[in-house]
Each structure stands twice: as C-alpha cells, then as structure tokens.
C-alpha cells in the first residue's frame, strides 16, 4: 500500500511545440496482461521527456532511495529479508478484479460480493472515506491502457519519474491491440491505496475499469447499465472520448446519467460529482492547446446553452450541468504510428510520441494527487470503503429487476413513437364515427346495428393505420396493430354499455325485478302461511323485505349520486336475477305462449280449410 504526502503538479508541454497528431486515434490500444518483472527498468526523469522523440536511450542511474534500500538490505537480519520478500509476493498478486459479471446470454449482470467484500473491508481501509476514479466510454479507446499509467502513478508518487521507464512495458489492467473488445463488466484493482491528503486525513483510493459502450455483443441497456453504475459509484468519472466530442456522445451521456439517476432512491440537485471528459487523439492544437486549460475553454463552447438553439439541444446540455457537481476537459494527443499500427506494442514508452507523454504526466496528477482527491460522497456525505460495499449492493439488484425501464436505441424509440402515434390517430377516427353513432345526444340504436357499425368502423380505423408510413418493419408494426385492434374492441365494449344505458326498459331492469321478487315472495309468503308452513313465510317475508329495503336504496342512489358502489351493487344482484331466473323463465313461458299461439291458428285454419271444403262438396 502507498502511503503518500503530497505531490507538485508540472506542466510539461511547451506552448508553441508542433503537434505530432495523426488521423488515427488510440483504437489499437486495450488490455492484454504482460508478466512482472523483478527488477524495474530505470526511471525516465522529467527532464528526459523534453528530449527530441523517437526511442530515448537513458542510461541506468541510482537514485537515493535505491541506494537507501541497497544498504538496509545489507545490514538487514535474515528474518527481515523474509518478511520484506513476503511483502514483495503480496505486492505482485495485487491484479483486476472484476466485481460485476456479464451475463452475455441474458444480457444481465450480476454482483461478485464476496471478491469485492475482500477488497472493501480489508482492516485498514474499510473505515477510510473511498474515492473512486473510474474510466468509462466506448470500447476499443483506451480506457485500461490509461488506467495503468495510474496505477504507476499511485505506486511511484514519491518519485519524480513515476511515468516509468522507456524500456519498461506496461502492465495491470489486462490490455491488448486490436479491434475486438476486452473488458466486460466492471474490474477493480484490487489493491486499494492508502494516500494522505494535505489537511493529514487519510483516504482509500479505488481504480475502476468499465466495459466498453458500443461493441457488437452489447445492447443499450448493458450499455447504459455499466455507465450508470460506473458513475453512482465513483467519485470522478472519466468520459472517455476519441479525437473530439460529437453530438451523440453528449446525447448517450445524457441517456446514461438519466439511467443512474432514476434508480437512486433519491433525486439530489445534483446527484453525481466530477465528470471529466478525456478527449483522445486530439487534433487541432492550434485551436484549443493540449491539456486541462485548452480542455475546459473547448467544453465551455459545447456545452453553452444558446437561445438560438434548438431545444433538444438546449435540453441536453442543461441536463448534463444538472447532474455533475463539477464538469472539466482534458485534451490528450494522439500517442504516436507505433501505438497505432504496431501489433507487437507492449506499452513502452520508448514507443510512444513525447507530446502524449508530456500531456498524461499533466493529467494523471490532476486526477490522484493528494491534493486534487475527490472523496464520494452520496446525499452529501462521505462513503466509507464499507458503505461503498452497500451501495454496490443495493444498486445491482435495481438494475436485476425490472422497476426501470429499459433504454431504447434511437431507432426503436423513434418506431415505437411513429407506431403510436399512428394508434392514436386511427383510434380518434373510430371514436368520432361512433360518437355520431350512439355518441351522449343521440338516441338508443338497436344492438345488431351498432355491432355493424362497429365492424365497419373498425376496419376502416385498421386500414388508416396500414396506410399511415411507419418504421420499424412489417413484424413490428404488426405488434401495434394488434393492440390498436384490441383497444377499438375495448373502446366498442364502453359505448355499447353507453347505449344500453339509454334503453328506458334496460334502465328499469332492476327495479322491475326487484318488484317481480316482491310479488313472488309476497304470494309464497301468503300460501305457505294459509297452509302452516309458518318458517317459509317467515323467510318469504325476510325475502321480501330485503327486496324492498333494496328498491328504497337504489332509488335514493339515483336521485342523489351518493354511496354509487351501493347502487352498483344492486345492480348487478338484480342482473344477475334477470340472467339467471327472470329471463330463462320468461322466455320459457314466451315461447309456451308462440307454440300454443301456432298450434291454435294451424288449428284454426285447418277448420277453416274443412269447413269450406265441405260447403264446396254439398254445392
């Protein structure tokens, strides 16, 4: 673990040195792990930096604190050669370690506690506040190559060459050339440093590499879910950006902060602290110089919210000053053709171009020297390591369930907007053709015509929708239009009740059958009472009086619109009545009374047939 006092910034870049940027950014750099060595390379000074490019031959020095080392470990006793060789073997395991794990297949991920329990609750930093400095952006840009430049800073920041030496290949974060993506989920190192700031309080400082947004096997949703995480979880947050910040790229991050915020329980003014954009391979120093200062007058001119604008724009810009306690740039030049193009590239600096390598010894201190630390806080107050372990926590099961909802491509969206629109306007057209149908002014129509026009409404609302050009794709449309069809029919279903509503023998459904169960009662009541069956009665009476107390409650409600559920009650026991004995019987006895009715004319006709027939015979 480093323990650290202070560090100088310096500014290494001279401000009329001409610009060795090339067209083609840092999208051969990312992740592939090269074996320690036990013996470091010499340290390049900063002075050697100014040096003319190309490969730098510096020759082998001794500095004090090696010599220091070489002197104790001469008088040392054989026990402490030991004990610093166990430190030394502990030293070398520390490794990335991923702590959310991709689940390619369903597109989910998930927490590894226990290895990130292991990190965050070690005895000596689990109660030190955390800052987390976490990397995040596109795949295939760098972000792991930049991070292991950080990991040289926190083990070297009492040297004043921490960058490393130029035969010293680099390693930590697993990196590679190549067009095809490395990391997934999230990693952290997974040793956390101790670093003193300059008020002597102590800190523990994380190091977060993210998978990369925008490869092939990643949806928006995995995109925007390791974004946001990323970024509820760290105290700085690097955008990482190649060669220039384009409208998309503040429209994503407007998407992913929006992700973020939604799942945190609570919405602060601004609920996320420093975002810093790193713009790599940077092309134009002659408009905005290298570094932090050209940087910030670079963001200040897209980031300014003009009336002029159009409000998408302005909307996305004012959403991005909400969300960040505090917003800067960092221009970052490109690191040289052998970067680029060399397949065999490890990491050396002897490789790389010296403008790179004088703006990131501008730029890492300006993230992790101890006077520039940011701790995490959440909801204003600080994030202990421990704290940091429940906030992991609690955050991966929002993202688990399905209480948000899910981002969309700019395409899906927009096909989900132009499809519903079209939904909207084909059903309008239905509802204003049956309003002039059965609308609140016009009279009863018998059901079997509203059911006609109702066909024929529907099918010309199906054919505007068909006619209406839409995006998305034959199977996608066929999704909306099946619940265009099936709103219409729930839409049919409202005014047909509507309609009936207007039947005054419909209207007076329930009170005539409640009358019809008070006769019936009152006669049964009568009969068995005559007869003896004095239990009958008395049930046939209870019957009847719950019939009548029924009618006087339904009326009240009707005349004066209160207790409606009582009301609605009633009306449905009366037409359940009515469905269920009233109706069948009624039928019944109607079609008794046609039979018999036939029978008697047949009958009679059949008299009348005879009757002239003989009349005819005696003529």
């Known amino acids: ?110 927490l590894d506690a226990a290895a990130l329990e292991k990190i965050l609750l070690q005895d000596h930093v689990k109660d030190l506040n955390a800052v987390v400095v976490s990397v995040a952006g596109a795949f295939r840009k760098g972000k792991s190559f930049l991070l292991d ?14 960058i490393g030496g130029d035969n010293e290949p680099l390693t930590g974060f697993t990196w590679r050339g190549g067009c095809e993506r490395e990391t997934t989920g999230i990693q952290v190192w997974s040793e956390i440093f101790v670093v003193e700031k300059p008020d002597g309080t102590k800190v523990a400082v994380l190091l977060v590499d993210t998978q990369g947004a925008f490869d092939s096997q990643s949806t928006i949703r995995d995109c925007a879910t390791v974004f946001a995480l990323s970024t509820m979880t760290s105290s700085v947050q690097v955008y990482n950006l190649s060669q220039n910040i384009q409208e998309d790229d503040l429209q994503h991050l407007q998407l992913f902060t929006e992700y973020g915020r939604l799942a945190m329980e609570e919405i602060y003014l601004k609920p996320f602290q420093s975002l810093m954009f790193l713009i790599r391979d940077w092309s134009y120093p002659y408009e905005h110089m290298y570094g932090l200062e050209g940087g910030n007058t670079f963001l200040e001119k897209r980031l300014q919210v003009k009336q002029n604008q159009h409000e998408e ?6 959403h991005i000053h909400s969300c960040f306690t505090n917003i800067g740039c960092f221009l970052l030049p490109h690191p040289g053709l052998k970067v680029a193009t060399n397949p065999y590239f490890d990491g050396r600096l002897r490789d790389i171009d010296v403008d790179f390598k004088q703006a990131l010894a501008e730029l890492v201190p300006l993230l992790l020297a ?105 199977e996608f449309c066929q999704r909306y239009q099946s619940q265009l069809e099936a709103q219409l029919d729930e839409a049919y279903s409202s005014f047909s009740k509507h309609n009936d509503g ?70 449905l026991v009366a037409d359940a009545l009515w469905e269920q004995v009233l109706k069948p019987l009624s039928e019944h006895y109607m079609e008794d009374n046609v039979r018999q009715t036939v029978v008697n004319s047949l009958k009679a006709s059949l008299t009348e047939q005879g009757m002239q027939h003989a009349k005819l015979k005696t003529h």
């Open 313 to 318: 724009l302005q909307t996305v810009r004012k």
């Open 1 to 110: 673990m480093a323990e650290v006092s202070g560090l100088r910034n310096r500014n290494h870049f001279e401000p009329n040195r001409k610009s060795r940027v090339v067209d083609e950014g840092l999208s051969g750099v990312e992740d592939v792990p090269f074996p320690r060595r036990k013996q470091r390379p010499p340290l390049a000074r900063p002075e050697d930096l100014e040096n003319e490019e190309g490969p730098n031959q510096i020759l082998p020095t001794r500095t004090r604190a090696s010599d220091s080392c070489t002197a104790a470990s001469l008088n040392s006793s054989p026990d402490e050669e030991i004990q610093e060789e166990e430190e030394v073997v502990v030293k070398e395991e520390a490794r990335p370690v991923q702590i959310v794990l991709a689940n390619e297949e369903e597109h989910s991920f998930e």
């Open 370 to 474: 101890p006077d520039r630390l940011v701790e995490k806080e959440i909801g204003g107050n600080k994030v202990t390591c421990r704290d940091l372990l429940e906030y992991f926590k609690a955050y991966i099961k929002i993202y688990q369930g399905e209480e948000l909802p899910h981002p969309k491509s700019m395409l899906q969206a927009t096909a989900e907007a132009n499809n519903l629109t079209a939904v909207a306007g084909a059903k309008d057209i239905y509802s204003k053709n049956m309003e002039l149908i059965c609308g609140g002014d016009k009279p009863y129509i018998a059901p079997a015509d509203l059911d006609r026009c109702h066909e024929d409404f529907r099918n010309n609302s199906v054919r505007h929708f068909r006619s209406v050009k839409k995006m998305g794709g034959e």
């Open 149 to 162: 430049f950080m990991l040289r800073y926190m083990h070297s920041q009492d040297s004043k060459s921490w």
């Open 502 to 571: 207007k039947n005054i023998f419909y209207a007076a459904r329930t009170p005539a059958t409640l009358f019809a169960v008070m006769f019936v009662t009152y006669v049964v009541s009568g009969v068995t009472g005559f007869i003896g069956l004095s239990t009958f009665a008395a049930l046939a009476n209870l019957v009847m009086g719950l019939a009548l107390l029924s009618l006087c409650v339904w009326a009240y409600v009707k005349y004066s619109g209160e207790f409606r559920e009582v009301g609605t009650l009633i009306d």
